[in-house]
């Protein structure tokens, strides 16, 4: 019995030997295995400290204004960043209440709290445990891409998973070496996608509930907060009531957490998640939305012109790189310009509809080459449209591309196409279509190999197929969204594709530009009427400025000639023939006024520019004897009269013509020479960025405006004083402000345009259509004074109203010099003319008393005559 029980011992002490070996094996294999795979893993696809260091996120560049308030933002990913400093109490509160109440208290893993999950999850069975991941866990996690489970076994999924969890604490445990608590937290909040367009708290913030992340309440950020678990699912946009259970378990936990009241939590719950603010960002909402979109361009120029790169020498990219752009614009400025042009367009696009009711203006009083114009650029704006080069790009991406192995750059727009078909079929030649401009001679070679080869046919017939699925698709009518000028939004109507491209053409469109004069900063910018619809910017583009251009003849003859101001010339045609003086012209130049006809009266210059008679103008500039002095007052006030347009014309012509407004220019280029009277005669060149910052906020690029002297003070001032005349008497706008100005229509009543000057603004406004035939029909209806005059008068209006602009309306223009009230005295330059002529005419003895009685008498008549039928 004894040796039985011995027997016993002693095999349950061999076994417990073996145990404890097994056991020590199995220590050390496991001490082998997790070092070998920490040391994997560690080697492996985990984020290098220096990848930890310098964290790489596509960062949005935030535009701003003058004051400091941001309003739009270049991106791939919205993602604006955000320093702790800044961060909203809110969020913090809820970010550490409900996903990591112990963050300050572990060194990136809880192993409490992991060992809570553990237990109540896997050994109870409770569900509601809590998550085990920290705040540096989940960092972890968006710094490096999950693997895909799909199609795994449970024991390959299993494996996986540990070596995912492993990486996490691996990197968790490197992030908070390299990082601070409070730099964790930031990364965190700003990589994290909160999806519709979202990244980072900031965007998301402003996605959701339109406001910074700095002002959300706590219900706000705590919704945001309850997204981090799962965005898709607790989206309050898709899914409110999921959203708001959610919300509500992030508030109890801050209720636990000391930071909200358990009355306050009460009244929360029971709140709806409100998403009256949601919207996706897009580049046509918001303020500017033209002008940020020709900022971006100018950026990439001026970074490609200035040399300006980063540190490394890479280039900046303002979609990715997160600058801050600090630009001019007056945000207050901006809101009135919008308004003003918005109303006014308003009005005048209701008379167009009425003044072209069953009349064509593709047709309307063209000749047959007219038509062919017309239509052929109208049929290019249809081609240009979305719908087009989707059908396009169905029909003839394939083949074009194969075409394309071989002819790498070859152009084959429709234009070309057509003519290579026309050209194989005899009924033109490569000669006519290279002179007529439709192909180009660079690649003729090319050209005329395609025509020849077999992907050729295929080319055509797959263009014929186009063209019939075109007529097909374009002339039938469909529900559409179209522009409604009356609402400033969308409408749907039910139109052919054609005839909407043929509607969207015929909406007049405005540009307006307010520049500071004495530093040249753009207060407010508006390039069109609506941005979603019509993208092209018209405060860059080039129209004739019709007798906007008419005070810089007048300051050349009064500066340069030293004619008085008080000078009279007669109102009659005037020619300039070939041969005369300095002009360059080939055939007589013999223009009319406004109205078509002349009076005979006799005009000073201010009466001539108020009326804005052209024959007053063109007998300024024949005593000048050259366009070349205007030319030079025009380059002295920033135009730069060497630029040619891209057919080798000069955009200021060395022509007659130009001192009637026959030129191109932009409205940026024409305010900017306005801020000369405004400015005592020295151009300030008009900018609209201050500084741009990179996203450490170093400086890389400051603005400064060029100044450059233009016109003496003296006859500065007397610009000023005519330009006044201008808007004074019958014409007065009701401002406080010291006001001139000066309008200009163009031929056809095309262009309509005021500029307008006062000590601290300059303001121009342009009124027509993208294509000149989109117009008024009358000078009633299409000039200045009526098209683009009331725009500046109301935004003027409203500025001086708008307490948030406090616009100084008691400045004055600069004192003029000695000597202004002498040269400016009519009735004295008068007087000392008529006892000229007398001395003259006791001379001669042949006085005749009554002529300039009835020349004044003539005069008044037909004032109210002109005030209707001239361009003011």
Same mark, same amino acid.
């Given at each position: 019995?004894?040796?039985?029980?011995?027997?016993?011992?002693?095999?349950?002490?061999?076994? *417990?030997?073996?145990?404890?070996?097994?056991?020590?094996?199995?220590?050390?294999?496991?001490?082998? *295995?997790?070092?070998?795979?920490?040391?994997?893993?560690?080697?492996?696809?985990?984020?290098?400290?220096?990848?930890?260091?310098?964290?790489?996120?596509?960062?949005?560049?935030?535009?701003?204004?003058?004051?400091?308030?941001?309003?739009?933002?270049?991106?791939?990913?919205?993602?604006?960043?955000?320093?702790?400093?800044? /961060?909203?109490?809110?969020?913090?509160?809820?970010?550490?209440?409900?996903?990591?109440?112990?963050?300050?208290?572990?060194?990136?893993?809880?192993? $409490?709290?992991?060992?809570?999950?553990?237990?109540?999850?896997?050994?109870?069975?409770?569900?509601? &445990?809590?998550?085990?991941?920290?705040?540096?866990?989940?960092?972890? #996690? /968006?710094?490096?891409?999950?693997?895909?489970?799909?199609?795994?076994?449970?024991?390959?999924?299993?494996?996986?998973?540990?070596?995912?969890?492993?990486?996490?604490?691996?990197?968790?445990?490197?992030?908070?070496?390299?990082?601070?608590?409070?730099?964790?937290?930031?990364?965190?909040?700003?990589?994290?996608?909160?999806?519709?367009?979202?990244?980072?708290?900031?965007?998301?913030?402003?996605?959701?509930?339109?406001?910074?992340?700095?002002?959300?309440?706590?219900?706000?950020?705590?919704?945001?907060?309850?997204? /981090?678990?799962?965005?898709?699912?607790?989206?309050? !946009?898709?899914?409110?009531?999921?959203?708001?259970?959610?919300?509500?378990?992030?508030?109890?936990?801050?209720?636990?957490?000391?930071?909200?009241?358990?009355?306050?939590?009460?009244?929360?719950?029971?709140?709806?998640?409100?998403?009256?603010?949601?919207?996706?960002?897009?580049?046509?909402?918001?303020?500017?939305?033209?002008?940020?979109?020709?900022?971006?361009?100018?950026?990439?120029?001026?970074?490609?012109?200035?040399?300006?790169?980063?540190?490394?020498?890479?280039?900046?990219?303002?979609?990715?790189?997160?600058?801050?752009?600090?630009?001019?614009?007056?945000?207050?400025?901006?809101?009135?310009?919008?308004?003003?042009?918005?109303?006014?367009?308003?009005?005048?696009?209701? %008379?167009?509809?009425?003044?072209?009711?069953?009349?064509?203006?593709?047709?309307?009083?063209?000749?047959?080459?007219?038509?062919?114009?017309?239509?052929?650029?109208?049929? !290019?704006?249809?081609?240009?449209?979305?719908?087009?080069?989707?059908?396009?790009?169905?029909?003839?991406?394939?083949?074009?591309? #194969?075409?394309?192995?071989?002819?790498?750059?070859?152009?084959?727009?429709?234009?070309?196409?057509? +003519?290579?078909?026309?050209?194989?079929?005899?009924?033109? &030649?490569?000669?006519?279509?290279?002179?007529?401009?439709?192909?180009?001679?660079?690649?003729?070679?090319?050209?005329?190999?395609?025509?020849?080869?077999?992907?050729?046919?295929?080319?055509?017939? #797959?263009?014929?197929?186009?063209?019939?699925?075109?007529?097909?698709?374009?002339?039938?009518?469909?529900?559409?969204?179209?522009?409604?000028?009356?609402?400033?939004?969308?409408?749907?109507?039910?139109? &052919?594709?054609?005839? +909407?491209?043929?509607?969207?053409?015929?909406? @007049?469109?405005?540009?307006?530009?307010?520049?500071?004069?004495?530093?040249?900063?753009?207060?407010?910018?508006?390039?069109?009427?609506?941005?979603?619809?019509?993208?092209?910017?018209?405060?860059? +583009?080039?129209?004739?400025?019709?007798?906007?251009?008419?005070?810089?003849?007048?300051?050349?003859?009064?500066?340069?000639?030293?004619?008085?101001?008080?000078?009279?010339?007669?109102?009659?045609?005037?020619?300039?023939?070939?041969?005369?003086?300095?002009?360059?012209?080939?055939?007589?130049?013999?223009?009319?006024?406004?109205?078509?006809?002349?009076?005979?009266?006799?005009?000073?210059?201010?009466?001539?520019?108020?009326?804005?008679?052209?024959?007053?103008?063109?007998?300024?500039?024949?005593?000048?004897?050259?366009?070349?002095?205007?030319?030079?007052?025009?380059?002295?006030?920033?135009?730069?009269?060497?630029?040619?347009?891209?057919?080798?014309?000069?955009?200021?012509?060395?022509?007659?013509?130009?001192?009637?407004?026959?030129?191109?220019?932009?409205? #940026?280029?024409?305010?900017?020479?306005?801020?000369?009277?405004?400015?005592?005669?020295?151009?300030?060149?008009?900018?609209? @960025?201050? %500084?741009?910052?990179?996203?450490?906020?170093?400086?890389?690029?400051?603005?400064?405006?060029?100044?450059?002297?233009?016109?003496?003070?003296?006859?500065?001032?007397?610009?000023?004083?005519?330009?006044?005349?201008?808007?004074?008497?019958?014409?007065? *706008?009701?401002?406080? &402000?010291?006001?001139?100005?000066?309008?200009?229509?163009?031929?056809?009543?095309?262009?309509?345009?005021?500029?307008?000057?006062?000590?601290?603004?300059?303001?121009?406004?342009?009124?027509?259509?993208?294509?000149?035939?989109?117009?008024?029909?009358?000078?009633?209806?299409?000039?200045?004074?009526?098209?683009?005059?009331?725009?500046?008068?109301?935004?003027?209006?409203?500025?001086?109203?708008?307490?948030?602009?406090?616009?100084?309306?008691?400045?004055?223009?600069?004192?003029?010099?000695?000597?202004?009230?002498?040269?400016?005295?009519?009735?004295?330059?008068?007087?000392?003319?008529?006892?000229?002529?007398?001395?003259?005419?006791?001379?001669?003895?042949?006085?005749?008393?009554?002529? $300039?009685?009835?020349?004044?008498?003539?005069?008044?008549?037909?004032?109210?005559?002109?005030?209707? $039928?001239?361009?003011?």
């Amino acid at each position: 019995m004894t040796d039985e029980i011995e027997n016993k011992r002693k095999k349950r002490h061999r076994i *417990f030997k073996w145990l404890v070996y097994l056991l020590w094996i199995g220590i050390i294999a496991g001490t082998i *295995f997790c070092f070998v795979l920490f040391n994997k893993l560690s080697n492996g696809d985990l984020p290098s400290f220096e990848q930890l260091e310098n964290p790489q996120y596509d960062l949005a560049s935030v535009i701003y204004d003058i004051n400091g308030e941001s309003f739009g933002k270049y991106y791939v990913e919205n993602r604006e960043p955000i320093r702790f400093e800044s /961060l909203s109490p809110n969020v913090l509160n809820a970010l550490i209440a409900t996903e990591d109440e112990r963050f300050y208290n572990h060194s990136g893993i809880d192993l $409490e709290a992991l060992g809570r999950v553990i237990t109540k999850t896997l050994l109870l069975n409770k569900g509601e &445990s809590g998550g085990g991941s920290t705040i540096t866990q989940q960092l972890a #996690k /968006l710094l490096f891409d999950r693997p895909n489970l799909s199609g795994m076994g449970s024991v390959k999924r299993a494996i996986k998973l540990v070596e995912v969890k492993l990486k996490e604490w691996i990197t968790a445990a490197r992030l908070e070496k390299s990082y601070t608590k409070d730099e964790i937290i930031t990364m965190y909040l700003n990589k994290f996608e909160f999806i519709n367009g979202a990244h980072g708290i900031q965007a998301a913030a402003e996605t959701y509930f339109g406001k910074r992340q700095k002002d959300l309440n706590v219900q706000e950020a705590a919704t945001l907060v309850g997204m /981090l678990k799962n965005p898709s699912l607790y989206n309050p !946009r898709r899914f409110p009531e999921k959203s708001k259970d959610r919300r509500n378990i992030v508030l109890s936990q801050m209720t636990k957490a000391d930071h909200l009241s358990q009355e306050a939590y009460d009244t929360l719950k029971l709140k709806e998640v409100n998403m009256d603010n949601f919207t996706r960002s897009t580049q046509s909402e918001g303020p500017a939305p033209y002008f940020r979109s020709e900022l971006t361009k100018w950026i990439r120029d001026l970074f490609n012109e200035k040399g300006i790169v980063k540190p490394d020498g890479s280039k900046y990219n303002v979609y990715t790189d997160g600058l801050k752009i600090y630009t001019t614009i007056d945000l207050n400025y901006q809101k009135q310009a919008e308004k003003a042009v918005k109303e006014h367009m308003r009005w005048n696009q209701k %008379r167009y509809w009425n003044v072209w009711r069953g009349k064509n203006p593709w047709t309307f009083e063209a000749d047959d080459i007219q038509k062919e114009i017309r239509l052929d650029i109208l049929e !290019r704006r249809v081609k240009a449209s979305e719908r087009y080069l989707n059908l396009r790009e169905r029909f003839l991406k394939e083949t074009i591309e #194969k075409i394309r192995q071989k002819y790498v750059d070859l152009p084959l727009s429709d234009n070309v196409i057509k +003519s290579l078909m026309n050209i194989k079929e005899g009924r033109t &030649s490569f000669r006519s279509e290279i002179d007529n401009g439709k192909i180009s001679k660079k690649y003729r070679k090319d050209y005329e190999e395609l025509i020849k080869i077999k992907g050729w046919d295929t080319l055509e017939d #797959k263009f014929n197929q186009l063209q019939s699925k075109y007529n097909e698709v374009f002339n039938k009518k469909t529900n559409m969204l179209v522009y409604d000028y009356q609402t400033d939004s969308e409408k749907e109507v039910e139109m &052919s594709p054609y005839d +909407s491209v043929k509607f969207h053409n015929q909406h @007049l469109q405005s540009g307006m530009l307010a520049v500071d004069p004495n530093n040249g900063h753009i207060k407010a910018w508006v390039g069109g009427i609506n941005h979603k619809y019509f993208k092209y910017d018209h405060v860059n +583009s080039r129209r004739q400025v019709g007798s906007t251009i008419k005070p810089f003849v007048y300051a050349t003859a009064i500066s340069l000639q030293g004619i008085s101001p008080c000078q009279q010339y007669e109102d009659i045609q005037y020619t300039i023939a070939p041969g005369d003086a300095n002009f360059d012209i080939e055939t007589e130049w013999s223009p009319a006024n406004a109205n078509e006809s002349f009076t005979g009266n006799m005009y000073n210059l201010y009466q001539g520019l108020l009326y804005s008679k052209n024959s007053i103008t063109v007998r300024l500039v024949k005593e000048m004897g050259s366009v070349s002095v205007i030319r030079e007052l025009l380059s002295n006030a920033g135009i730069d009269t060497k630029m040619r347009h891209p057919n080798g014309q000069l955009v200021v012509p060395r022509l007659p013509s130009i001192c009637l407004g026959a030129l191109d220019l932009t409205l #940026k280029e024409i305010t900017g020479a306005y801020t000369v009277f405004a400015n005592n005669g020295t151009y300030t060149e008009p900018i609209f @960025l201050d %500084r741009i910052e990179d996203k450490n906020g170093k400086v890389i690029y400051k603005g400064l405006a060029n100044r450059n002297a233009a016109i003496n003070p003296l006859y500065n001032s007397v610009m000023v004083d005519m330009l006044m005349n201008n808007v004074s008497g019958g014409f007065k *706008f009701g401002l406080k &402000s010291k006001t001139g100005g000066k309008t200009g229509t163009t031929n056809d009543y095309s262009d309509g345009w005021f500029m307008g000057i006062t000590p601290n603004l300059v303001v121009g406004t342009w009124v027509g259509g993208d294509d000149k035939w989109i117009r008024f029909l009358t000078l009633d209806d299409g000039q200045g004074y009526v098209m683009a005059r009331p725009i500046f008068e109301n935004f003027m209006k409203a500025v001086e109203k708008d307490p948030n602009i406090n616009f100084n309306t008691k400045v004055e223009f600069k004192a003029p010099p000695a000597g202004f009230n002498d040269f400016v005295d009519c009735a004295k330059y008068k007087q000392k003319g008529i006892q000229d002529e007398q001395a003259e005419i006791l001379k001669s003895k042949t006085f005749n008393d009554e002529f $300039e009685e009835e020349l004044d008498e003539e005069f008044d008549e037909e004032f109210e005559d002109e005030m209707e $039928e001239e361009d003011f």
